[in-house]
T-cell receptor
Framework: AQSVTQLDSHVSVSEGTPVLLRCNYSSSYSPSLFWYVQHPNKGLQLLLKYTSAATLVKGINGFEAEFKKSETSFHLTKPSAHMSDAAEYFCVVSLYSGAGSYQLTFGKGTKLSVIP | DTGVSQDPRHKITKRGQNVTFRCDPISEHNRLYWYRQTLGQGPEFLTYFQNEAQLEKSRLLSDRFSAERPKGSFSTLEIQRTEQGDSAMYLC????????????FGNGTRLTVT
């Protein structure tokens, strides 16, 4: 069985300070991992993905994430928060579920607030 | 804009009525997914198509729910005899046929059952 845990339901940072959104996964196999962002009343947008290449993955809007197998973690970071980063962030694990199909499991989300 | 489009954006219906949502995926994508998202939760998988074939259905998809993708292009999701518990955001996503291709999501259809 696979699962993903986002350790914080809400993170608040000041504009210009670093962002850290934490994600841990459990999987019997090597997973593919994604981070998505959702702005209010919008669909989800892919930030970045890890698919067993480089462990440090760079995404859009200055975000990056590091895959650490020993810690089963895939935390999302950004050096300096902007007001426009305020949104909900979802960590997603993808595993092969047979018959050519991949099952995506979403975390419950972390709401990021950015204080001016 | 050639992204995933969903229609309608909002639907308010009375309990017991039937509703149908439409999703138009990105044209070259042969995989299409439906998810449901309730307040404070991440999206939950409902069903998935490869071209016109419905390959997987979640246990969340009760017999009141049916999805089709008749020509392997757009898809519809119908909910019969709606219940208040069906109130949620219904998200459609599409992807290329390669394994682990990222999903591209539409803006969703928000259903409110009164």
């Amino acid at each position: 069985a696979q699962s993903v845990t986002q350790l914080d339901s809400h993170v608040s940072v000041s504009e210009g300070t670093p962002v850290l959104l934490r994600c841990n996964y459990s999987s019997s196999y090597s997973p593919s991992l994604f981070w998505y962002v959702q702005h209010p009343n919008k669909g989800l947008q892919l930030l970045l993905k890890y698919t067993s290449a480089a462990t440090l993955v760079k995404g859009i809007n200055g975000f990056e994430a590091e895959f650490k197998k020993s810690e089963t973690s895939f935390h999302l970071t950004k050096p300096s928060a902007h007001m426009s980063d305020a949104a909900e962030y979802f960590c997603v694990v993808s595993l092969y579920s047979g018959a050519g199909s991949y099952q995506l499991t979403f975390g419950k989300g972390t709401k990021l607030s950015v204080i001016p | 804009d050639t992204g995933v489009s969903q229609d309608p954006r909002h639907k308010i219906t009375k309990r017991g009525q039937n509703v149908t949502f439409r999703c138009d995926p990105i044209s070259e994508h042969n995989r299409l997914y439906w998810y449901r998202q309730t307040l404070g939760q991440g999206p939950e998988f409902l069903t998935y198509f490869q071209n016109e074939a419905q390959l997987e259905k979640s246990r969340l998809l009760s017999d009141r729910f049916s999805a089709e993708r008749p020509k392997g292009s757009f898809s519809t999701l119908e909910i019969q005899r709606t219940e208040q518990g069906d109130s949620a955001m219904y998200l459609c996503a599409s992807s290329l046929g390669q394994n682990n291709s990222p999903l591209h999501f539409g803006n969703g259809t928000r259903l409110t059952v009164t």
